[in-house]
């Protein structure tokens, strides 16, 4: 049963791609938008195209929700209907709601510099500090603040019913993730955690027998049981969580 679940724009299928953490992280600045009552559908294909110019981006393409905010930042960002593949030019201009904007004004409009805070767990570091994990995607030398695992969920607990979207960066590669059935649950744990995929996180829901879940909102294609949206279990997310991506006004008021 679902208990809450947060407006976010069509779910998209990004093929053999490798820009998960582009989707979901745009994904999360969509939802924050439509939430506040500003509607925002922002291009993928944009910021894969501009990751091009990233000298020291690796050839896969690979990277972090932080490296989305980081890239739109720096080359800006355009409408999704400006630019929906990547097999033509970027624009030059983007407009909205018959206004023009240059790259970078669009960017800010929908992304503030520092609007948006990375948080991982691990227990080898000193909690409440932030560090540089040696995550192969983290390629750009990102720093995120770690804190206990238990704090990483309550937090994204807390975006999402204060009407904030998420972006997830975990583990897909146990048993106990389905994305056919349209759910992740512990089963197995081979007792270490990858970096594999980032889904954004859109909702919060439990079952029959009280267990809690977030709803996900994958780039996979709307081929499953939930139409693209599927079901992380509490356990999962505390096993296999690498990091998450949110609003960083949510840490301050956390704070006080």
């Known amino acids: 049963m679902n208990d809450v679940l947060l407006s976010y724009t069509p779910i998209k299928d990004q093929d053999t791609s490798q820009v998960c953490w582009a989707y979901a992280m745009l994904s999360t600045i969509e939802t924050e938008h439509i939430m506040m009552g500003d509607s925002v559908h922002l291009s993928v294909a944009f910021v894969e195209k501009a990751m091009e110019a990233c000298k020291e981006a690796p050839a896969s393409k690979r990277g972090m929700g932080i490296t989305a ?13 400006s630019m929906r593949t990547v097999d033509i030019p970027k624009p030059r201009l983007a407009f909205m709601y018959g206004a023009e904007y240059t790259l970078q004004e669009f960017a800010r409009s929908v992304c503030a510099p520092g609007e948006y805070i990375g948080l991982m767990s691990d227990s080898d570091l000193p909690y409440g500090q932030t560090a540089v994990p040696q995550w192969k995607d983290n390629w750009e030398g990102n720093a995120l603040l770690n804190l206990p695992m238990d704090s990483l969920l309550s937090i994204t607990e807390r975006a999402i019913r204060t009407g904030h979207g998420v972006c997830w960066e975990g583990d897909i590669s146990e048993q106990g993730f389905n994305w056919e059935e349209g759910y992740a649950v512990t089963s197995l ?11 954004a996180i859109v909702g919060l829901a439990h079952d ?9 909102k994958n780039s996979w294609g709307t081929k499953n049981p939930y139409d693209g949206l599927m079901y992380l279990s509490y356990g999962y997310f505390l096993r ?8 960083r006004q949510l840490i301050c008021s956390t704070s006080r």
Not at 208 to 216: A, D, K, P, S
Not at 240 to 247: G, M, N, S
């Open 69 to 81: 905010v980081n890239i739109i930042q720096k080359y800006g960002l355009v409408p999704y209907n």
């Open 208 to 216: 029959e027998e009280g267990e809690q879940y977030f709803i996900m």
């Open 240 to 247: 296999k969580t690498v990091a998450v991506f949110l609003y």
């Open 189 to 199: 744990w081979n007792g270490r955690t990858t970096d594999d995929h980032c889904m």
